[in-house]
């Protein structure tokens, strides 16, 4: 199989897609593994927001905080789902916790034939996090059953993220713990996230674990909570080589991202910048060097003296 022309989507993350060799691969399941306060949900926010972008259809279920503070948490950290959905209230359904067990097993596969029926082009699809309906099912034999005939319905409707939990005691995380070992056995794609708790450049990391049909990259990378993106992950160690059109197309889209979201800036020095650099991106002659006169055309310094 040739990995480099399956159809992928963009994470919406900084970085991320780089690793994943161009972005989730379309159709598949996709976990975000961390302890709690990682950044699992940002990673989740910044998915949903991407997709609205791309005119993705969205579905967002939490089962945890409400979808008011979800909003708001995203706001907080630039990622303005209110400026590009008019709608952003329905983006996200709360799932109370006595009715979840219901909701995986009834509910759910239902709306996903309702969705398959009505030809949605794709779906982004969140389960955030993931964790309590582990609860639900205590043993890995119950919870394989119920995730695997879940993760049929859903990946037949387009890609999902969602979070996984993962045990943290006096600090030490334990990503082969019983919590997590299911719906990482069953994911096309893994990604571990940590707080390590060292400062520095690496007091926060990524890594991916596993991404089936991707000849992704190894190692441990540098990750910080960015904003307007939410987080970024640092792949500057990375060998980029602006002949492979797979790294450009990754690069590419990145900057577009971001080009996009100082179109819609209160600044109108911002909204001009981001105008040049829309037309630098959209002159494929000599794309090595315009990608890499966009980069410093956005980036914070040069948006700072253009602020000042």
């Known amino acids: 199989m040739n990995m480099s022309i399956t159809e992928r989507i963009s994470s919406g993350i900084e970085g ?48 945890e905080e409400t979808p008011s503070k979800l909003i708001a948490g995203a706001e907080s950290l630039g990622i303005r789902i209110k400026e590009v959905s008019q709608n952003f209230t329905e983006l996200i359904h709360l799932v109370e916790s006595e009715k979840i067990v219901e909701f995986m097993t009834n509910i759910l596969p239902a709306l996903a034939q309702k969705l398959k029926h009505k030809n949605v082009r794709h779906t982004r699809i969140i389960l955030d996090p993931l964790t309590p309906i582990l609860w639900e099912f205590p043993s890995e034999k119950e919870q394989r059953k119920v ?18 939990e993962e045990p943290n005691a006096f600090g030490q995380t334990d990503i082969g713990a019983i919590e997590t070992r299911v719906p990482i056995y069953l994911s096309d794609t893994v990604v571990h996230i940590q707080n390590l708790g060292l400062g520095g450049k690496y007091n926060r990391t990524c890594k991916i674990v596993k991404s089936r049909r991707t000849a992704h990259h190894e190692g441990i ?20 080589e602006y002949n492979d059109p797979l790294v450009y197309d990754t690069r590419y889209n990145e900057l577009m991202k971001k ?14 910048i981001a105008q040049i650099a829309k037309n630098l991106l959209n002159d494929r002659q000599e794309k090595g ?20």
């Open 221 to 240: 990378f540098p990750m910080h909570f960015a904003q307007g993106s939410g987080i970024a992950i640092d792949t500057s160690s990375i060998q980029v």
């Open 16 to 63: 991320l897609d780089i690793l994943l060799q161009g972005g989730m691969i379309k159709n598949t399941i996709n976990s975000i593994v961390g302890s709690s306060g990682t950044g699992k949900t940002t990673v989740a926010l910044a998915y949903i927001y991407q997709g609205l972008l791309e005119g993705d259809h969205t579905l967002y279920l939490s089962f």
């Open 289 to 308: 060097d315009k990608i890499e006169l966009v980069d410093a055309l956005t980036s914070p310094q040069i948006l700072q003296e253009v602020k000042k």
């Open 147 to 164: 995730l695997t005939k879940i993760y049929q319905h859903l990946s037949s409707l387009g890609t999902v993220l969602q979070t996984v």
């Open 259 to 272: 080009v996009k979201q100082m179109s819609k800036d209160k600044d109108p020095k911002k909204r001009i």
